[in-house]
Structure formats: C-alpha cells, structure tokens
C-alpha cells in the first residue's frame, strides 16, 4: 500500500476527493480542512494499492495539483486493516508486478547526480579494483563491484529513454562518463604510485591472473552476463526490491574493466587497456539495452487491458 498527503487548494478540494472516492483500490480517506499554511489549503490523506497508486497519481497531475498543492508518496511497511485488505483485493494487477514512472523518474534522477560523493564513491571503487587486478584477487573485485555507483545514472539513461526525458538522459550521460573518467585518471595516477612504493609492478600485470584475466577478454557471455543483470536491476528498482542491487552490482564487469584499463595504460599494455575498455563498454551498453527494453515491456504489459 502506498499512503498519499496532499495540500490541496480549497476550491478544489472536492474535486479530489470525487477522484480518490471514485479510484478503485482507496481506502482511509481523511480530508483536514484549512489545515495547510504553506502552500495555504486543506490536507487530503488516503491509502491506495500500489498497482492502482500511478493512475490516481497521474490524475492528481491532471488537475495541477502538483503546480498549486503538494502530492507526496510513502510506502506502507505495515497496514492492518480490512479496508485496506479489499482495496488491495479490488485493485487490478499485482503490486509487485506496478510500476510508479514519477517515483522511478524521481529517484533515478537522484541517482544520476554528478556528485562529489558519486565521484569518490566510483574512484575508491575503481582503485580497489585495480589493486584486486594486480594481485588476481577476485574477492576484491567483487568488493568493487559493490562499492561502485554506476547503476543509478544507467538505469537513469534507460528511464529517460522510455520517459522521454532529454535532460535526465544528458544527465545521466555526464555522470557516467565524467565519473569514469576522473575515476580511470585517479587510478592511473595510484597505479604510479603504487609502483613507486613497490606494490605494483609490470610482471604482476602481465602474468596469467586466472582470477581476473576475463576482465580484459571481453565475449558474448560478459554481453548476455550485463544483459541479464540490466533486467534484473531494473526490475529491483521497479518492484522496490532494492535488496537485489547488490546481486546486479556484482554481476557486471563495468568497475573493474575501467580499473584494469588505467593499470595497463600506466604500464603502456595498450592491449589490455583497449581490451578492457571494450569489456567497460560491451557492459554498459548491455545493461542500459536490457534496462530500456525491460521498461519497455513492463509498460506495454500494465497497460494492456
């Protein structure tokens, strides 16, 4: 269950109230009137089931109210009641199976901020990895995985593409592009001083890494491997399962592959550094096509009749 507050403006009021009485799958409508100050107004607060929250909200838009009032959403851990029971019951679909396209434009658009903290985070990320490259250790691979931010601005790209959005994608192109690139030149500039205290050297680069060494051989499978995890991140956000991001996170080889490349361009193996760079790049484009058409797909299906 989703729980809704608005401000509405006094005069229009009823007619939100019609809207909310007349959705199925509301229940616990309370109506406060003149209680809100700014914007000025009367609160309006209702439950309604997830798989009916997108068209209530897209019609609370038709009325302007979120130019003249305010519409703010909440997820509901625990609601016991049996009002709540049946709307749920009379709602169509499944909730787990709803998508909120304003939520998820919301939140991916958070997620595609080109931050200082975005930076840090896919630098320290990207510079784990480099030393799990050289020491073929894949335990700290899968660490930098984990710790790498680049799903959120990818499954931005992919909303904006399926929302028609130009600017979150602009936005989400230069998070990920400018965040890869400070993060490979950070490394690049670790590496040498990694080598210059003795960590890392050309031979530990160059020998077999059994490890890690797919890193830099990119294939069809590292492409099915990002197309499949695209689907599944996307349906994490979606669904609200965010607990399966970290399963996506370290399922793409998008982190390490731009750690292995800055490490083998310090060295000069530009052969590594363009495999690899072909690996971070089959990777992303992997991810954003599956995260596009799995948007896609879950839009065409909700809204057939």
């Not at 009916?52 to 703010?72: P, V, Y």
């Not at 851990?77 to 679909?93: H, M, N, T, V, Y």
């Not at 335990?139 to 984990?146: D, F, K, P």
Request: glycine fraction near 6%; include cysteine; charged fraction near 15%.
């Amino acid at each position: 269950m989703l729980h809704l507050r608005l401000i509405t403006p006094s005069d229009r009021t009823d007619d939100v109230v019609r809207l909310i009485e007349k959705t199925v799958g509301t229940t616990h409508l309370v109506v406060v009137p003149g209680a809100a100050r700014n914007p000025a107004g009367d609160v309006v607060m209702c439950d309604v089931a997830r798989e009916a929250g997108d068209e209530l909200i897209g019609a609370l838009q038709e009325l302007d109210l979120d130019k003249t009032g305010s519409i703010a959403v909440e997820n509901i851990d625990l609601s016991l009641s049996r009002r709540a029971d049946k709307a749920e019951k009379e709602a169509p679909g499944e909730g787990a199976d709803a998508v909120l396209w304003d939520h998820l434009t919301d939140a991916t658009h958070e997620e595609s901020t080109l931050s200082v903290t975005y930076l840090a985070f896919i630098t320290l990320a990207t510079m784990i990895a480099a030393c799990g490259v050289v020491l073929d250790n894949a335990i700290l691979i899968v660490g930098a995985m984990a710790v790498g931010p680049e799903f959120g601005p990818l499954a931005a790209f992919s909303t904006s593409l399926v929302q028609r959005h130009p600017r979150l994608a602009l936005r989400s192109l230069i998070a990920l592009l400018v965040g890869f690139a400070v993060a490979m030149v950070v490394t690049v500039g670790f590496s040498f001083f990694m080598d210059a205290v003795h960590l890392f050297s050309d031979d530990q680069l160059d020998a077999p890494r059994p490890n890690t060494n797919f890193i830099y051989r990119p294939d069809w499978f590292s492409f099915v491997v990002a197309v499949l995890a695209g689907c599944a991140g996307t349906l994490s956000l979606t669904s609200a399962k965010s607990g399966a991001l970290v399963g996506v996170a370290i399922s793409v080889t998008t982190v390490p592959a731009a750690a292995n490349a800055a490490v083998a361009f310090s060295y000069s193996e530009y052969k590594q550094a363009w495999g690899s760079t072909e690996q971070l790049l089959l990777n992303l484009l992997g991810i954003v096509l599956a995260g596009t058409l799995t948007l896609l797909f879950q839009k065409w299906l909700w809204r057939r009749p």
